[in-house]
């Protein structure tokens, strides 16, 4: 079975750009979340869908915004980039909510400049 | 709310050494707690993960066991190896928001020769 896959590996943008993040989830799995690490940081949960659906928000302002397709791949776009949002960007999937543990991606690495 | 605290790194250790890496939690509910393990340029892996009290979860040599009355979940090894060399999280499952994960910060560690 394939793993968790995410697109582009390491990105550099400008500040007030906007940016978008893909995720493929590993097959079987219905459920995506997307962390942000940042540098020497542990992950901060930004957002989780379940079947397409929000489901579940960290402290994340607004223009942090996602999408999960029917087959399960998701999309992790942010606007109005600020410096304060470079960072790695990881993207796990799961079978069920939580419980069982998540597969990670290996994340998109994002500087902004 | 709850929360992740990790023993600061970096853990230097000779190759044979015994490793502890300490993590306690602070939860409302019932959480799992997980280790994940993440090498250099690469994204989280999971190492081993426990869903109740007293369970013990191990992998490739590493153990950890969930002790609810020290709300404790260290890690350890017998007898480390230079490929052991990563930064290894500490992590639980809000099971009553999405079953987010909430991370320690890490610990680093190397293992020499």
């Known amino acids: 079975e394939t793993g968790v896959t995410q697109s582009p590996t390491h990105l550099i943008k400008t500040r007030g750009q906007q940016v978008t993040l893909r995720c493929s989830s590993q097959?079987?799995?219905?459920?995506v979340s997307w962390y942000q690490q940042a540098l020497g940081q542990g992950p901060q949960f930004i957002f989780q869908?379940?079947?397409?659906?929000?489901?579940g928000r960290g402290n994340f302002p607004p223009r942090f915004s996602g999408l999960q397709f029917p087959n399960y791949s998701s999309e992790l776009n942010v606007n109005a980039l600020e410096l304060d949002d470079s960072a790695l960007y990881l993207c796990?999937?799961?079978?069920?909510?939580?419980?069982?543990?998540?597969?990670f991606g290996s994340g998109t690495r994002l500087t902004v400049v | 709310g709850d929360s992740v605290t990790q023993m600061e790194g970096p853990v230097t250790l000779s190759e044979e050494a015994f490793l502890t890496i300490n993590c306690t939690y602070t939860a409302t509910g019932y959480p799992s707690l997980f280790w994940y393990v993440q090498y250099p340029g690469e994204g989280l892996q999971l190492l081993l993960k426990?869903?109740?009290?007293?369970d013990k979860g191990s992998n490739k040599g590493f153990e950890a066991t969930y002790r609810k009355e020290t709300t404790s979940f260290h890690l350890e090894k017998g007898s480390v190896q230079v490929s052991d060399s990563a930064v290894y999280f500490c992590?639980?499952?809000?099971?009553?928001?999405?079953?987010?994960?909430?991370f320690g910060t890490g610990t680093r560690l190397q293992v020499f020769p």
């Open positions: 426990a869903t109740k009290a007293d």
């Open positions: 992590a639980l499952s809000d099971a009553y928001n999405t079953d987010k994960l909430i």
């Open positions: 869908y379940y079947r397409e659906e929000e489901n």
């Open positions: 097959s079987g799995h219905n459920t």
């Open positions: 796990a999937s799961s079978s069920r909510q939580g419980s069982y543990g998540y597969t």
